[in-house]
């Protein structure tokens, strides 16, 4: 897997490795359209989206980097941007102060609870964050595009190179797992970080125990 060094391409070269990546029940929304929610040229926007994400990130540089385990069928399916659904695209560009960030689906817009979990908590820490995935794509359920699965062994580690590939281009000063299957994965990296409680199934309290914890902050 090849980059090239010159800091302006370093997002678009990321983002097109990204889009040609293809497994079986996943969902690639850097190169896919949705037949049910996405607008005609949905992938084109969601490149976009990341690219400005990413160059901000990689040009003002990061305070921490958020890692959790795969896109969610109501969040970085339709924004493809971690842990950020339709609703909180504008909080996302607010966050590293770029240009408002474009829907790439249809009306109505749509939340998801592990997203607004994640925003609550980065309005108030209020640090420059950058939010990625062990596996950035979708996985669902063989037969049901609209359902979550966790990610396969071979899937994450296809992925690993992308996920080592921007760690070591962001330089974080740390590193949040959320959940078990991010720290495991990081581990695997030998990449320090500090585990936390993923916010769904009932996790929400624990999540915000740690994060309040680790940045010093009270809800």
């Known amino acids: 897997m ?4 010159a800091q302006n391409s370093k997002a678009a070269n990321f983002i097109h490795e990204l889009s040609t990546l293809h497994f079986e029940a996943t969902f690639n929304p850097y190169s896919e359209i949705c037949p049910l929610h996405d607008l005609p ?15 901000a990130a990689i040009a003002k540089g990061v305070d921490s980097m958020w890692i959790a385990r795969d896109l969610g069928f109501r969040g970085g399916r339709r924004t493809g941007l971690a842990l950020t659904d339709d609703i909180h695209l504008a909080d996302h560009a607010k966050l590293f102060n770029i240009p408002l960030l474009s829907s790439a689906t249809k009306e109505p817009v749509m939340a998801e609870r592990t997203a607004t979990v994640i ?21 669902y359920q ?56 993923h916010p769904s199934y009932g996790g929400q309290s624990l999540f915000y125990k740690g994060v309040a914890e680790e940045y010093g902050v009270c809800w």
Request: glycine share 2%.
């Open 119 to 139: 925003w609550n908590a980065l309005k108030i820490i209020n640090k420059p964050i950058f939010l990625w995935n062990i596996f950035p794509l979708h996985p």
């Open 41 to 55: 040229n949905a992938p084109h926007i969601r490149r976009c989206n990341l690219a400005l994400v990413l160059d």
């Open 142 to 197: 063989l037969g049901n595009p609209m359902s979550n699965r966790c990610h396969t062994r071979l899937e994450k580690n296809t992925c690993l190179p992308l996920l080592l590939w921007i760690i070591e281009t962001l330089q974080p000063n740390r590193v949040i797992a959320i959940g078990k299957d991010a720290y495991s994965a990081l581990n695997i990296l030998s990449v320090k970080s500090v585990p936390v409680r």
């Open 2 to 5: 090849l980059f090239t060094s």
